[in-house]
């Protein structure tokens, strides 16, 4: 019973040592997946990897031509293992490419060491608007959103419905408050005005107190920021307060993603704004969930197709230069220049890396975000603080 | 044989060793390294003085946000004085909650030290002072130069190694001296029995807070250490699964000796390095939470005074 | 803030504390009782929300008998688990029981994972306590929630009942205070442990399970209300059940009240008034009385 784990020991001290990877010339693109496996975030990490591989596997397999092999570190979604953690992808297995991750702080740490490791890095969701902004760099691109983006558009149609006094509500950390100063920008720039902003400490879900100053206050609309089970419990909240039928709930479109079903019938009815939209009737977006509820037997969502373009990304990088990754100038060039066709509508990348798009204005219909209108054409993040 | 032959043979070993390394192996030396400086501040509080801490990383997030901080945006600051910059704060802060928490005693003191480094990780997650939640980045790693003369450069893979061994070198001899010290024996005496230890005219008091001191300050040092080499800092290294996780490495190392608190840092890096590895385990590996933690249960269920005992059981023979 | 919104907030403050009061209370028993720093709390109050997720279908609007069932399952789960993990470690340092109950964090929250997946799952309020009551020009109230804070309180009376009134509760009112004398009356320890820790992971599921349709059910639920069971149950006092409730009430208010006033220092609210608490009353407020 006693060298179990002693060999364990041993073994993992000969493991780790023994690991250097050989270096490779003609071999497959490795690619790594710095994606949270393990808490909050598991099921959206599962999602991203699953729309990257679907683009992949769509194409045979390969990209211009060369096979892709994956390595994968569960990022924890904890930002003080983040150095640590893309470092095993990029000194232990020397990928050509990061892709990741959900986590913001995370994705800052991810883009720092990318720019001095200069790896080429495809951002799949994490909405920080540095990472675009001030920290941008050549190498550096985004297939999602910056969090400017969805509380921009959501702070336009709010203003056009006529609004004029807002509250807003969020966590207390960097994605919330970003999203929300989108959301002030546009509705003060359309003549509202926002009475108040809420918080609490991530991730914190007791929102009563704060539900009962929305109603001491009567604003004439909230907007709110949350994700995953705070948006859940936010939104049924909000609901079981009696604040949905007086006071309508605006939200960046995370409140209602991947989180309809467990909302219930709370989050019927609600306005949300994003750059995708689940019915969404263009061919591109009724061919690729077809294709993705045929491989994984599950609907796809907005983080699939984040994943699925930052593949694309990457695909249209390689086609450029015939897959060498040794033309890296012209590859990074190629995939600022690209028009890639998503299944949220055709866009392109800003001069810092993030994606040009149309914001979409959506409602909460039984298990879908179904599509309402055009929100913003052509959004593009301003990129404050982005030298290139 | 003489206790400080072991050591000394591994600090040499160590200090051989970037000669085999890959970059990446290398790293992680010195990722364990800094993690055996933070887990050996904290054996001086829990094996030397018996005051168990569940907010040590409070003062390893102190000192490393001071050493970003105190950077700024400008060129490389010298280490001459950021480095007692950082485990001055560190021991500022560790000065304030040992006065305060060294009143309370066993479960009450874990959870006044959880409670102020709680105060801490929110300070730096929901005030703007330190970047929020997304933390600050190092731009330019501290260096020490004379003139033009550069002595020495953090940036470089090599001065950081021997920056970080030496770290842990006068970590580890100053616990030695500590331990054997006329301070260390009162220390252990409190450990033992603080009634008596107060009967016989020791203000055990002031021993204990200086030892929380001066572990605090030795945990703002590993804090400088981990600024310097991930140049990021955010809140999650002050919080409570930090603490957690280095009160683990020791008990698991084995509580009561400095070479535990070094063993127990490396196998509890090492087994998550291993468990989590793809190349190794393949699928098994996506599922690393439970077979880290059936390790660890294992651990409890067979090595009782932690690895540092494994070696006794091993001579000791078949018995239980 | 006008008077009306006050009293709303104090009634918020007040559900939101009976909740955490019963999370804390088996927390504070197997402390005082058995010396066990238990991280895996916050697991078995997570685990207890899953139980009410998994057992939904079965049970339908028979949600009392859901409660019940789920209670009955977790405490049998508690047994044994002390049995299987617990049972050989209390001659050890109590450190060794941290290691052990952090290792029981990972190793649930993977099973979770396996089990259940990771997705955010809703869970329905019966029908009966469905709706609320106006409070207020535009608020009204939830019936579930009133239920959650009567069920709390009824618990709560339970529990005060149990300690105080029975032979089992005069053990523990023992070996909350005085481990050794325990022993030395010739009890039988380690049953009594069994039932205790049995008791405590029965709590804080049964805690679980009512908080679920009021938070949902996701990965890493446990995390967070783990810790700051700790806080009140150091507030209060180790071991003591009606420490727990007052100070699961003082946490209730501070959190209200710090997120109106102070949303920015909201966070470290709870834990300035634990460290005020015991700088003034180093071992909480209600050591060694029930």
């Known amino acids: 019973m006693k060298f179990p784990t002693h060999l364990a020991l041993v073994a993992a001290c000969v493991a780790s040592l023994a690991l250097p990877a050989a270096a490779q010339t003609a071999g497959p693109i490795k690619v790594g997946l710095m994606l949270p496996a393990t808490g909050t975030f598991a099921a959206l990490g599962d999602m991203i990897e699953k729309g990257f591989k679907l683009h992949v596997q769509e194409q045979g397999g390969k990209l211009a031509g060369r096979e892709i092999q994956y390595f994968r570190v569960d990022d924890e979604s904890d930002p003080s293992k983040a150095t640590d953690n893309v470092n095993k992808l990029i000194k232990r297995d020397q990928v050509d490419v990061l892709v990741g991750t959900v986590h913001s702080g995370v994705a800052l740490a991810m883009a720092k060491a990318a720019k001095e490791s200069n790896t080429l890095l495809i951002v799949p969701n994490a909405g920080a608007d540095a990472i675009t902004g001030p920290m941008c760099g050549p190498n550096i691109v985004r297939s999602s959103f910056s969090n400017w983006q969805p509380g921009y558009s959501t702070g336009v149609v709010a203003a056009q419905k006529g609004y004029k006094r ?15 100063k989108g959301f002030t920008e546009a509705f003060e720039k359309g003549g509202g005005k926002v009475i108040k902003d809420l918080s609490l400490p991530f991730p914190g879900v007791e929102f009563q107190a704060l539900l009962t100053e929305i109603a ?6 909230v907007f709110a920021f949350f994700a995953g089970g705070g948006a859940v419990k936010f939104v049924k909240d909000y609901d079981a307060a009696g604040l949905k039928k007086a006071v309508p709930l605006f939200g960046s479109g995370f409140l209602t993603d991947g989180t309809l079903e467990a909302q219930g019938a709370s989050a019927q009815g609600l306005f949300t704004t994003l750059h995708y939209a689940d019915s969404l009737d263009i061919p591109k977006n009724n061919a690729f969930r077809k294709s993705f509820a045929l491989t994984y037997k599950q609907n796809a969502d907005v983080y699939a197709v984040q994943g699925y373009d930052a593949a694309q990304l990457l695909a249209a990088g390689l086609n450029a230069v015939k897959g060498d990754m040794g033309k890296r100038d012209a590859m990074l060039a190629a995939m600022r220049k690209a028009t890639v ?5 055709k866009f392109t990348l800003s001069a810092g890396g993030n994606p040009v798009q149309d914001m979409y204005l959506r409602e909460a219909k039984g298990p879908n975000n179904e599509y309402r209108a055009v929100a913003v054409k052509a959004l593009a993040d301003p990129a404050r603080g982005c030298k290139l | 044989m003489r206790p400080w032959i072991v050591p000394v043979a591994a600090a040499l070993l160590l200090a051989a060793l970037p000669a085999v390394l890959t970059p990446y192996t290398q790293d992680l030396v010195v990722k364990i390294a800094i993690y055996a400086v933070f887990a050996l501040s904290l054996e001086l509080l829990v094996g030397a003085a018996g005051l168990v801490s569940l907010g040590h990383a409070a003062f390893l997030g102190i000192g490393a946000y001071v050493t970003v901080m105190a950077t700024g945006d400008g060129g490389g600051a010298s280490a001459l004085w950021l480095l007692p910059a950082a485990m001055g704060a560190a021991a500022l802060y560790a000065a304030f909650v040992g006065a305060l928490s060294l009143r309370t005693k066993g479960v009450y003191f874990i959870m006044v030290t959880l409670a102020f480094a709680q105060m801490a990780y929110f300070v730096f997650h929901d005030t703007k002072l330190g970047g929020g939640s997304d933390g600050i980045f190092l731009y330019s790693k501290p260096v020490i130069q004379f003139g033009q003369t550069v002595l020495l450069d953090l940036d470089r893979k090599p001065d950081l190694y021997y920056t970080v061994l030496a770290a842990l070198v006068f970590t580890y001899a100053l616990l030695g001296l500590i331990n054997r010290s006329r301070f260390g024996h009162a220390l252990a005496g409190i450990r033992v029995n603080e009634q008596r230890m107060r009967a016989a005219g020791y203000t055990t008091y002031g021993y204990k807070l200086a030892a929380f001191v001066i572990a605090g300050a030795l945990a703002g040092l590993a804090g400088f250490l981990l600024a310097v080499k991930d140049g990021a800092v955010n809140p999650e290294l002050l919080s409570w699964h930090e603490s957690g996780a280095v009160l683990l490495m020791i008990i698991l190392g084995g509580i009561g000796s400095l070479r535990g608190a070094v063993i127990g840092a ?14 190794l385990l393949g699928p098994l590996a996506g599922h690393w939470q439970l077979t880290l933690g059936l390790t660890i249960i294992a651990f409890v269920a067979l ?14 023979g078949a018995h239980a | 803030m006008d008077f009306a919104t006050f009293l709303v907030q104090c009634l918020n403050a007040v559900q939101y504390g009976l909740l955490l009061f019963l999370v804390a209370s088996g927390l504070t028993l197997i402390f005082g009782i058995m010396g066990v720093i238990n991280l895996a709390h916050g697991s078995f109050y997570m685990i207890g929300a899953y139980l009410a997720f998994v057992l939904a279908p079965y049970f339908g609007d028979w949600y009392l008998t859901k409660l019940l069932a789920g209670v009955v399952l977790a405490a049998v789960f508690g047994y044994l688990l002390e049995w299987a993990f617990f049972s050989f470690l209390y001659q050890r340092e109590h450190l060794q029981q941290v290691l052990m109950t952090y290792a029981l964090i990972l190793v649930f929250e993977e099973l979770r994972s396996m089990l259940v997946g990771n997705d955010v799952h809703g869970v329905q309020a019966p029908s009966w306590l469905a709706g609320g009551f106006k409070l207020g020009e535009l608020m009204s109230y939830p019936w579930y929630r009133v239920f959650a804070s009567v069920a709390c309180i009824v618990l709560a009376l339970a529990l005060y009942g149990v300690v105080n009134r029975t032979r089992l509760g005069m053990m523990i009112r023992a070996g909350a205070s005085n481990r050794d004398m325990v022993r030395g009356l010739g009890i039988d320890i380690q049953r009594l442990y069994r039932i205790v820790f049995a008791g405590g992971v029965a709590l804080a599921a049964l805690a679980g399970m009512i908080a679920a349709p009021l938070s949902s059910v996701y990965p890493g639920m446990g995390g967070s209300v783990l810790i700051i069971c700790f806080v009140v149950v150091v507030i209060g006092g180790i071991g003591s059940i009606t420490g727990a409730l007052v100070a699961s009430l003082l946490v209730g208010f501070v959190d209200t009240f710090g997120k109106v006033f102070f949303a920015e220092y909201s966070g470290i609210g709870v834990y300035l008034l634990m460290a005020v608490i015991l700088v003034w009353r180093p071992e909480g407020l209600m050591r060694r009385s029930f």
Not at chain 1, 166 to 180: K, S
């Open chain 1, 341 to 345: 066709d998503s299944p949220r509508g």
């Open chain 1, 166 to 180: 807002a509250m807003t509500i969020t966590w207390n950390y960097a994605a919330g408050l970003e999203t929300v």
């Open chain 2, 303 to 316: 090595l009782p005074k932690g690895l540092i005992g494994l070696k006794a059981r091993l001579a000791g």
């Open chain 1, 216 to 221: 001491a206050q009567k604003p004439d609309v």
């Open chain 2, 266 to 279: 490396m196998a509890f890096t090492l087994l998550k390095e291993l468990f989590q590895s793809e190349a």
